[in-house]
């Protein structure tokens, strides 16, 4: 899930960017580490996430193979966290995904008295996931810097264009898509939550962050880079 | 991926939605097409957008008709009225490009959904870079990008004329035909992916030698390339060593994703496990 770590922005715009995410490794700890996968997941939604996920199946916002044609009126956008939960059928990597610090690290704190066995990482900036660690008094065991975007980056978009679609850092969520979300928002034809909604529907592991999706969103419709 | 002409209905949503911007609409044939080209078969088009199942006659009229009286259509951008979309039976060397671009795919070589191998992500249970070691994930195409084998090659030519290790439970060494001189086979060079990563392993003084030589070749790789640096930890949880010489070479680090540890080993283990393929620098 190195998708989550080339996320574009400087260290303070992700102050509600928290993902945090459980993986079991393949020969070491992967046997038996569904229900585990399961407890994980549980335990973040005391801690109020705003999208969980597996690498398998999705995340909480999923796209529908048969809509109903009135659903275009009446669109369902509520994450649905249970979906996820009781999916997770197969060892995979799993992930709940915070808009605040504290959050983060009560659900972090949480994680460590369960005890669980599973390789446990947290995605964000470097000061934040410290300071993860030093509430739940855990030192750090590694870390793997992001070092940004390299070589021919005239090719990319701008800069909030960027931050939209790197949150799927599997590349689903197109530069055309995010642009086109960003004009709609800015022309009133839908609003940030609903914008944001439609590239969640994309992110096939469920780290989309849809509150800096949305925050994005309304300083785009003001200001577009 | 194909489209079937006879269900779409060239409302356009598609064109957007595609990572690569390789769907567009026909003007001749006024139905939305594939660029197979430039397609990398990440199957977003298909999995990623809601269908309805429309009568395709039925929406081609309706939309003739708000057409001449110019009426601006406001569907949902993320459907497909007509499920139109039909995936290909992949055959090699054209699957790698799914392989490489559809993230629910496991890689044969790796068992991981996605490009990559689990990094530094378990390395509280893999030791996979240990205290004075640097691991180096150099990605391609990403984000956006794409990226076609005979680019990725350059950089993994440049690597191993400089002796490094790479990791062989990774995808992309997993398809060179010599690893010793980081040649890919040759009947993928000509495929497209969304993005892959090329992990090596080195010791920390050879840091900035490395960063210098990715710095040196990505101006002949026609793609964007995302840098990441996995470490060790002191028993303190401290980086002491490799922030130090990032940041003197000019990187303002932002974001990382930080392993915490909490992995335990509950199998025997494999003594195959860590095998880096070439020398271990």
């Not at chain 2, 999995?47 to 057409?67: A, D, W, Y």
Request: glycine fraction near 8%; aromatic fraction near 6%.
């Amino acid at each position: 899930m190195t998708n989550t770590l080339h996320r574009y922005g400087n260290s303070a715009s992700f102050y509600d960017d928290f993902v945090v995410f459980a993986i079991p490794s393949r020969g070491k700890n992967d046997k038996g580490s569904v229900p585990k996968l399961k407890q994980f997941l549980e335990m973040a939604l005391p801690f109020k996430p705003v999208n969980l996920g597996d690498a398998i199946h999705g995340g909480a916002l999923r796209p529908c193979r048969d809509m109903h044609p009135t659903s275009h009126w009446n669109r369902d956008m509520t994450p649905d966290f249970r979906a996820v939960i009781d999916g997770v059928d197969a060892p995979t990597t799993v992930a709940a995904v915070f808009d605040s610090r504290v959050s983060a690290e009560d659900f972090v704190k949480t994680v460590k008295k369960a005890d669980l066995g599973l390789c446990v990482n947290i995605s964000t900036s470097i000061d934040g996931a410290e300071q993860c660690c030093h509430a739940a008094g855990i030192p750090r065991h590694s870390v793997g810097y992001s070092l940004g975007f390299q070589g021919k980056t005239e090719k990319l978009p701008n800069t909030q264009v960027l931050m939209l679609t790197t949150m799927c850092g599997h590349g689903m969520i197109g530069t055309s898509m995010a642009k086109k979300m960003i004009d709609w928002v800015k022309e009133g034809r839908r609003t940030p939550e609903q914008a944001t909604t439609y590239m969640a529907r994309f992110c096939s592991c469920g780290v989309y962050n849809p509150a800096r999706a949305k925050r994005i969103l309304e300083d785009a419709r003001h200001n577009t880079k | 991926m194909n489209i079937n002409p006879n269900k779409c209905v060239a409302c356009g949503n598609c064109t957007y939605v595609c990572p690569m911007g390789a769907i567009y609409v026909d003007p001749v044939i006024k139905r939305a097409t594939i660029d197979r080209n430039e397609c990398v078969e990440c199957f977003t088009c298909f999995h990623g957008m809601s269908q309805e199942h429309l009568n395709p006659t039925l929406v081609r009229g309706m939309r003739k008709i708000f057409q001449m009286m110019r009426l601006r259509f406001d569907p949902e951008p993320d459907v497909c009225p007509t499920a139109a979309f039909e995936p290909d039976e992949l055959v090699w060397p054209r699957v790698v490009r799914r392989a490489f671009s559809d993230p629910r795919v496991p890689h044969e070589s790796t068992g991981v959904q996605g490009r990559g191998t689990e990094e530094v992500k378990t390395n509280d249970v893999s030791g996979r870079v240990k205290e004075g070691e640097v691991g180096f994930t150099i990605e391609f195409g990403r984000p956006g990008v794409g990226v076609w084998f005979y680019e990725i090659q350059k950089m993994t030519s440049a690597l191993a004329r400089a002796g490094v290790s790479f990791e062989k439970k990774n995808p992309i060494t997993s398809l060179m035909s010599d690893v010793p001189t980081g040649t890919l086979r040759e009947d993928i060079l000509n495929e497209k992916i969304m993005s892959a990563i090329v992990e090596i392993k080195v010791t920390v003084d050879r840091t900035e030698e490395i960063i210098n030589l990715v710095r040196e070749v990505e101006p002949q790789v026609d793609t964007v390339i995302a840098l990441g640096v996995g470490v060790r930890c002191d028993s303190m949880g401290e980086d002491t060593v490799v922030a130090p010489i990032l940041e003197r070479l000019g990187y303002n680090l932002e974001r990382a994703k930080t392993n915490i540890g909490l992995g335990k080993i509950t199998q025997p283990e494999s003594p195959k496990q860590e095998e880096m393929a070439g020398a271990i620098m």
